[in-house]
């Protein structure tokens, strides 16, 4: 089972910037594509950001383009998202998890959700 442990989260104003950090349970990450998904209250899960294996390639959903940034520091283990330009619909339980299929529109995680990390965007 693959898990992961995200921090970062927290209450910042409209504009304001957070960076949450995907930690795995005992394993590399480097051998797995890994994506950021979200949850808000009352509505699905939706892939936000993912980033391959492969070449470090990225895909990111429309609504984030130009604010969020996803990496890997592959020494310290770690996968960020940036979120800088921090909006209301941008809140959510943000969790990681390793890319099933590909790093693209129709990302899909693998196992289990961790616990997430809350992030409140208010004005």
């Known amino acids: 089972q693959l898990e992961f442990v995200e921090s970062g989260g927290g209450s910042v104003q409209p504009g304001g910037s957070l960076r949450l950090s995907c930690s795995p349970n005992?394993?590399?990450?480097?051998?797995?594509?890994m994506g950021w998904w979200r949850q808000a209250p009352g509505k699905e899960y939706e892939g936000v950001s993912c980033?391959?294996?492969?070449?470090?390639?990225?895909y990111y959903r429309d609504s984030v383009k130009g604010r969020l940034t996803i990496s890997k520091d592959s020494p310290k283990n770690t996968v960020y998202l940036q979120m800088d330009s921090l909006m209301r619909e941008d809140e959510g339980i943000y969790y990681c998890?390793?890319?099933?299929?590909?790093?693209?529109?129709?990302?899909?995680?693998?196992?289990?959700w961790g616990q997430g990390t809350q992030v409140t965007v208010y004005s």
């Open positions: 005992g394993f590399h990450l480097g051998a797995y594509s």
């Open positions: 980033i391959n294996n492969i070449n470090d390639g990225t």
């Open positions: 998890a390793v890319v099933a299929s590909g790093c693209n529109e129709r990302m899909a995680a693998s196992g289990s």
